[in-house]
């Protein structure tokens, strides 16, 4: 059974660090683009950054662009965010998300929509505040 697990969520101060991890069990990592996404209350799901499967092809959206990197080991079944100078405006539930259905630089179009993923973790909390 594929099962996506999240954790490294937190409170942390604004300009403070965060690394979000997502482990996957049940299933080939190799074979799946994976995806970060977050909700904030009263707010839609939205994209943040999604990786191919070997890696070589990375989407970041323009909010945490230049601020957060995604990075994964498809042999220790990992997937990271590395989310640096945190804001007030991060503040969120992430989610990792799994997708057997887009191919590598396709990533670059269809990363950051949610209807491409069919399996997703139940989310941890970042909080950004002073």
């Known amino acids: 059974q594929l099962r996506l697990v999240e954790s490294g969520g937190g409170l942390v101060q604004p300009g403070g660090s965060l690394r979000l991890s997502c482990a996957a069990s049940?299933?080939?990592?190799?074979?799946?683009?994976i995806g970060w996404f977050r909700q904030a209350p009263g707010q839609e799901r939205e994209g943040v950054s999604s990786?191919?499967?070997?890696?070589?092809?990375?989407i970041y959206s323009d909010s945490v662009k230049g601020r957060f990197t995604i990075s994964r080991d498809n042999a220790k079944k990992m997937v990271w965010l590395q989310m640096n100078n945190l804001k007030a405006e991060d503040t969120g539930v992430y989610y990792c998300a799994a997708s057997n259905r887009i191919y590598e630089d396709r990533v670059l179009v269809r990363g950051l929509g949610h209807i491409s993923y069919d399996w997703w973790g139940q989310g941890t909390q970042v909080t950004v505040s002073s």
């Open positions: 049940g299933f080939t990592l190799e074979y799946y683009a």
């Open positions: 990786i191919s499967t070997n890696g070589d092809y990375t």
